[in-house]
């Protein structure tokens, strides 16, 4: 049998082709940095990790609903090549699907800090809070 360190992988460490450990830090957006790049138009992806009845009450025009457990499933569906900002609705599921988005291969991937209720305090007061 061939002793090859290299198969031989500890889980968790990473290899030289995965990409660099997930900072939630690093991959957050504020609402303001959020509404400078859509008044600017820049290319990118919304995404709304929150389930259909949260959507159904409040939503960021032009986003993606996909759930964060149906993520997984339904990934084909997002451009790995676009930035993606993924908002919930206070910024904890986010943070969970972008860090899974970050770990297949997304680079540019950021969670909406304070999810749609800070966007709607800060950004547009006129949005449903719940």
Not at 28 to 47: G, T
Request: proline fraction near 8%.
């Amino acid at each position: 049998m061939v002793n090859d360190s290299k198969s031989q992988k500890t889980a968790g460490t990473p290899s030289a082709s995965s990409p660099p450990h997930f900072q939630p830090e690093q991959h957050e957006i504020s609402v303001r940095e959020l509404k400078n790049k859509l008044d600017r138009h820049e290319p990118l992806v919304l995404l709304d990790v929150r389930e259909p009845i949260e959507y159904q009450i409040v939503h960021l025009a032009g986003s993606v609903l996909i759930p964060l457990n149906e993520l997984p499933q339904q990934v084909n569906r997002l451009n790995p090549e676009l930035e993606t900002v993924v908002y919930c609705h206070h910024g904890m599921r986010s943070q969970y699907a972008a860090a899974y988005l970050h770990q297949i291969g997304f680079q540019n991937v950021k969670s909406l800090a304070g999810g749609i209720d800070q966007w709607s305090v800060e950004i547009d007061p006129a949005l449903n809070r719940y």
